[in-house]
């Protein structure tokens, strides 16, 4: 061209506001051997993170409904060789921290992850649409890194939730789940000793004497356990049952009040009863009893030989019941007063 301008000169623009500018599509070839990619902010923003090592950080889109407290994702993506620790130590929005706990992960050699962050709304918020400018917090070896985005989020206020006052209502909550509970086991406590006393609730019973006193004086009576020859007692109150006046209890297999499991026996072979004044056994099924011709009057303490239908026999027998409390109470009060009264028929087995 005139004056020696080189080529393309007639490209050339100026403006007094942004100085010179060149377009350089006259220069590029006219084929399609190099490609052309479109500019935009996320090249960019990847060019950068590859060039400094950083991790790129990619805030969610909107969140839809959230209460007072909720989760959102943060997707990092890290670009170097090596796996990165990416920690998070604040979300600050108007100078305040929202964020509930920091965070840490471990995001692998060129990978990307989301990592969950939860945050803590405050509860005088009104509820509705809200963009919030909030900018990450880096502990002191991510200090270099920074990060700011936006969260889009509709706060609703049936979410809204206070934990404080939750932690305080689940407390009392166990607390009172608790006292109901020993409370219930206490009452059954209660009602056992009882009935292991035949204890009428209103009557003062001080000590095992005053327990023995009503008892001599029929105001007491005490349950009554069946044992049987080389059967485990350990059976809890299983085979240990209070008779009202004119009731009965049978005794047999698992079905029967007493229970016999050392050998096979049929469900209510005999029965016990009390008229009142006294015990009374009775068999119901004569085969297992070829022994007795009528039924026994004043039952206690009296063998019984049971025979089972493959011949085997063995006895059982039907005693006071005496709580293993009332056995060590026995033994204490045999130092307020050494031996034992004379009229103490109660044994230690």
Known sequence: TAGGAPAGQDNLQTSQESGPKISIYPFLPDDNSIPVTDYNQDSLDTITNKAFGTPRIQFP?????VGYRFRF???????????????????????????????????????????YLSVEIPADMEAGDHVLQVELQFPEELQNLKASGELSFSLTSAFRYNYGKALIIALLVTAGLAF????????????KTFEALAWRPGEPVKTIYDVYRKYRSHELRRPIEMKVDSQNTKIGMRNVHTLEEGSFKTLGGAGSSYFI???HIPNHIAKITFDGESYIFTPLKTGFFPQIKEPLVNCLDLPISVSTET??????????????????????????????????????H
């Not at 305040?96 to 965070?103: D, E, P, Q, S």
């Not at 109901?180 to 009602?191: C, D, M, S």
């Open 61 to 65: 889109s909107n969140l839809g409904k």
């Open 180 to 191: 109901l509970a020993g409370l219930f086991f206490l009452v059954k406590f209660l009602r």
């Open 311 to 348: 011949g085997k026999e063995f006895s059982i027998r039907f005693v006071e019941y005496v709580s293993p409390l009332e056995k060590i109470n026995r033994i204490l009060h045999l130092t307020d007063e050494p031996g034992l009264p004379e009229d103490w028929p109660l044994s230690f």
């Open 73 to 115: 994702p943060l997707t990092v993506t890290n670009y170097r060789d090596s796996f990165i620790i990416f920690s998070v130590s604040g979300v600050i929005w108007e100078q305040n921290n929202i964020l509930a706990g920091k965070v840490s992960a471990r995001i692998d050699p060129e990978n990307t992850k989301d990592v």
């Open 261 to 263: 499991f050392l050998y």
